[in-house]
């Protein structure tokens, strides 16, 4: 088959060639190489594949150029030496356009899968490379594809085959996890947002990237989506969450590659504080980027949780340690509610819980604290221990502190037996 032929639905699992000019990424892949930018330009045919990829490169011998930046164009490099080296062993696939998606006129194809193959013979042909194929030398301006069959299952094809690779970043995965929804749904994710988006109680709302028309029909459920990529509702859930990061958390994520496991304390734990989910992800960006990890020898995972808990135990004594506002003057209150009736009452239903506490009970709670899985209860019992600390210390430095029994009319209203 020749270069300026196109592919048909008879030869869909036929392997031919088709020239670079005649195919774009798509404008919907979530797992993109080059920045939006240069993408967005490439797609609108303002920018042509060689200048995109030039452009690209110069950000990223720049001295400002991020570290992830500079791996990717290494990757890309080692990828397109092997290509040139050896040929291509796996061809990319494409897809025809649809009839509603606006194209320029010389693009017959889409890019399903191979993107990064895309780019890499994009790179050996701005190099003026060529492709050693066995005994056959070939030019980069050409490349292997096959035809991908047409529908709505391309393009879930496309993002089960991106979610399941291990080298994307939390909010990558996230928002494709999302636009795999909207794609199982049959919704355009990439058309205007209602006003009245849905909610989901144990997730995070769509990024402004994977806009949902929610005039479409309804998204198929969460557990759907769970199925066809063999995960637990549970693991979903700690991906789709990094959303509820502040923006600036959230591109400092994608900046830096990091991937959901590595952020979870800060997703979890500072899900509403977005000074510091800033200052968690800069500490664990500088330890990650060092050549020996800052922590005292243990997974970055588990210093990065012990640095957001610190975070959190700074902010709570900060507060504590602001003077209270100027409270009003009220009526004097009745002796049956007077403050330290309404302490005692408090005091002795906490002890009565405790007391009520079985052994396996106990047993377990001290487990998952020591487990770090309830964090904020570590903090508020830190506190409590720190109050209570201080109200027996003001006690015992009173001199005239003199224990009163409970009068009559007190021990009926809480039914203490004065007589026992």
Not at 19 to 26: A, E, G, K, Y
Not at 48 to 64: G, H, Y
Not at 338 to 353: C, G, Q, S
């Amino acid at each position: 088959m020749g270069s300026t032929t196109s592919l048909n639905q008879a030869e869909l699992s036929t392997q031919a060639i088709a020239p670079l000019t005649s195919i774009l990424p798509d404008p919907g892949q979530p797992r993109r190489l080059l920045p939006d930018d240069l993408i967005g330009a490439v797609i609108q045919g303002s920018l042509a594949p060689v200048a995109a990829i030039e452009a690209w490169l110069r950000r990223a011998e720049s001295d400002t150029a991020e570290a992830a930046l500079r791996q990717n164009v290494r990757e890309l490099k080692r990828l397109a030496d092997s290509i040139a080296q050896h040929g291509l062993i796996s061809p990319i696939s494409v897809r025809l356009p649809g009839s509603e998606e606006a194209v320029p006129p010389e693009i017959t194809y889409f890019i399903v899968t191979g993107e990064r193959r895309f780019w890499a013979h994009v790179y050996l042909l701005s190099q003026g490379r060529q492709i050693q194929a066995g005994q056959t030398v070939a030019s980069p301006e050409e490349i292997k594809v096959t035809l991908a069959p047409p529908g709505i299952s391309i393009r879930a094809y496309q993002l089960i085959e991106n979610l399941l690779r291990e080298d994307l970043n939390a909010i990558e995965r996230a928002q494709g996890m999302w636009a795999l929804r909207y794609e199982m749904s049959g919704v355009n994710y990439s058309s205007p947002p209602s006003s009245q988006p849905e909610i989901e109680e144990d997730s995070s709302l769509p990024s402004p990237d994977t806009e949902v028309n929610y005039s479409s029909p309804q998204l198929v459920p969460w557990a759907r989506v769970e199925e066809t990529l063999g995960i637990s509702k549970r693991y979903r859930i700690f991906v789709t969450s990094v959303l509820n990061l502040s923006d600036t958390a959230q591109a400092l994520v994608a900046g830096h590659n990091l991937a959901e496991m590595t952020i979870r304390p800060i997703t979890q734990k500072l899900k509403n504080k977005p000074d510091l989910q800033v200052k968690a992800l800069e500490q664990l960006i500088e330890w990650q980027n060092s050549e020996e990890e800052e922590s005292p020898g243990q997974p970055i995972v588990a210093s990065i949780k012990e640095f957001v808990d610190k975070l959190l135990i700074d902010e709570l004594i900060q507060t504590e340690a602001q003077p209270d506002e100027a409270v009003p003057l009220k009526r004097p209150r009745s002796v049956s509610s007077a403050p330290v009736i309404r302490f005692r009452d408090k005091v002795r239903e906490t002890l009565d819980f405790l007391n009520r506490l079985k052994k396996t009970d106990r047993v377990e709670l001290a487990r998952a604290l020591q487990r770090g899985d309830y964090a904020d209860v570590m903090i508020d019992l830190r506190i409590l221990r720190e109050q209570i600390d201080a109200i027996l210390s003001t006690v015992s430095e009173s001199a005239d502190v003199t224990m009163i029994p409970p009068t009559i009319d007190e021990a009926a209203s809480t039914g203490e037996d004065l007589s026992a």
